[in-house]
């Protein structure tokens, strides 16, 4: 690990002459790993993960390093569908984000009219709704959902100011509950959820900008999904007020993942350790590479993350991105090289691997070669 490390780091344009060493010995090299997208990466380290514990490596003795918070989204999602313990370093967990939990209110509460948490928050989104208010329409929903109680939402007594936006609102909700009029199909129902959202997201938070590309995020991810139940249950999501927004302290006797970002894993160390992200975009970070200076940071960065594994290392080089309102060319897949910080010349210090394995061709068999041919002798004596 620290060879192909200190060699990471020698190709910078700046640098003191000195190297990591290691009275420990290991034949094992770091192992680079080619996966098709984020979806796949996502799957190969949790099996990792699980594998590795299986084998006596506690879950708290490994960790997931990235360059930014965002790049564990689809590794969150996975470990929360599996029931994986996990604590996140350097950013809230996905799903405990504020505005993560309402577009998930919404939802919840379109295709189930009595989920009086997820509806109680879901009406506050909208301008001069308050809780008092709130409060008085959902006792009125509850006393005679399901229908057509959503469907006849925008009758109910909201202030005057608050009457326009709140009748855009219920014709979401609406549009996209099970009984729906309009009978939204899905995705599209979250697709319309999202885009309302969007459009409330400057007045509900200040790093508005951040937080839509969550939600952007999170609506490529509802489409993957049959059904907005299989959504909802798969993931096993808590309800929306269940947990604060901020992720508590775990306890000391408790055994998790450690999630964390490259910059708060810094004096760190762990048994095993993979990388997200490995591809240029990303690791450097494409908000980074505006000056040499800046690149060689970045690269320093590759370097800090490899140097927290002792035992093993993975990298993990997703081959395809999915990307969204690409001036001109509209949501598409965008395909990524591997990091410019592993170039060729240090491919002998990885092991190379490719997941998931490509399919073992099937054995040979003589006696279908000869049918084969037979056939084709007798194809040719019907024209002679």
Not at 182 to 202: L, S
Not at 245 to 252: K, N, S, Y
Not at 323 to 348: E, K, M
Request: net charge negative; aromatic share 8%.
């Amino acid at each position: 690990i620290l060879a192909a490390a200190n060699q990471v780091i020698a190709l910078a344009a700046e640098r003191f002459s000195k190297d990591l060493w290691s009275e420990r010995q290991s034949s094992q090299k770091p192992t680079l790993v080619s996966v098709r997208d984020d979806a796949d990466q996502a799957n190969y380290v949790v099996g990792q993960v699980l594998a590795r514990r299986e084998a006596g490596v506690r879950l708290k003795a490994q960790a997931v390093l990235f360059r930014t918070a965002q790049h564990s989204v689809r590794l969150e999602l996975e470990l929360t569908r599996r029931n994986i313990p996990f604590v996140k370093f350097g950013g809230l967990k996905f799903l405990e984000a504020a505005h993560v939990k309402d577009l998930l209110a919404v939802l919840r509460w379109a295709r189930n009219p009595r989920d009086q948490i997820a509806g109680f928050r879901a009406m506050q989104l909208v301008a001069g709704i308050g809780p008092k208010t709130a409060s008085r329409v959902l006792r009125n929903v509850v006393e005679t959902a399901p229908a057509p109680a959503l469907a006849l939402l925008g009758e109910q007594p909201v202030p005057e100011g608050a009457r326009a936006a709140w009748l855009e609102f219920a014709t979401l909700v609406d549009c996209c509950g099970v009984a729906g009029a309009a009978g939204a199909a899905w995705p599209t129902a979250f697709d319309q959820i999202c885009r309302w959202y969007e459009m409330q997201i400057d007045r509900l938070h200040e790093d508005a900008e951040i937080r839509q590309a969550d939600v952007e995020q999170l609506g490529r991810i509802a489409s993957t999904y049959a059904s907005a139940e299989s959504f909802l249950t798969e993931l096993t999501l808590d309800p929306p007020d269940a947990s604060s927004d901020q992720a508590g302290a775990p306890l000391l006797d408790e055994d998790y993942l450690i999630l964390s970002t490259i910059h708060s894993a810094k004096g760190q160390e762990w048994t095993a350790v993979s990388i997200l992200n490995a591809v240029d975009g990303c690791i450097p970070s494409d908000m980074a590479t505006g000056s040499a200076a800046a690149i060689e940071e970045e690269r320093r960065l590759l370097y800090v993350a490899m140097t927290r594994a002792r035992e093993q290392l993975e990298i993990i080089v997703p081959q395809r991105f999915y990307v969204t309102h690409q001036a001109g060319f509209g949501d598409r897949h965008l395909y990524a090289s591997r990091s410019r910080f592993i170039s060729n010349a240090l491919l002998p210090h990885f092991e190379q691997v490719s997941w998931p394995p490509a399919p073992e061709a099937p054995a040979a068999n003589p006696e279908a070669k000869q049918q084969a041919l037979d056939l084709a002798a007798r194809m040719r004596a019907m024209w002679q």
